[in-house]
């Protein structure tokens, strides 16, 4: 069973880095593709990045392409985010998820989620 925890989120200014992991604490995702999406308030959740289940391939959402790499560990079945140059409008609850497509840039394709870490981004 996949269960994931994320944590790393914070309270940082513009221009600032932070790196956000995804815990699988079931150990069930190394051969799954995990993703990140994010959701700011009143908004609808969005794909932020994925990562097939080897490193293989990579795929992001235009907004954040240059400044956001995802990468994984999976002997250590951590999920990892690192945010570069981060703006206000990165702003939102970034939750990390997994499944079994590729390409996946849709909430459809992930089965598992977690509860999600907050990310602010003052200016």
């Known amino acids: 069973q996949v269960q994931l925890v994320e944590s790393g989120g914070g309270v940082v200014q513009a221009g600032d880095s932070l790196r956000l992991s995804c815990a699988d604490s079931g150990r069930s995702s190394s051969a799954a593709t995990m993703g990140w999406f994010r959701q700011a308030p009143g908004k609808e959740r969005e794909f932020v990045a994925a990562?097939?289940?080897?490193?293989?391939?990579?795929s992001y959402a235009d907004s954040v392409k240059g400044r956001f790499t995802i990468s994984r560990d999976n002997a250590k079945s951590t999920l990892y985010l690192q945010m570069n140059t981060l703006k206000p409008e990165d702003s939102a609850v970034y939750s990390c998820?997994?499944?079994?497509?590729?390409?996946?840039?849709?909430?459809?394709?992930?089965?598992?989620w977690g509860q999600g870490t907050q990310v602010t981004v003052s200016s």
């Open positions: 990562i097939m289940w080897n490193g293989g391939m990579t």
């Open positions: 998820a997994a499944g079994w497509r590729w390409p996946a840039n849709v909430k459809s394709d992930y089965n598992y």
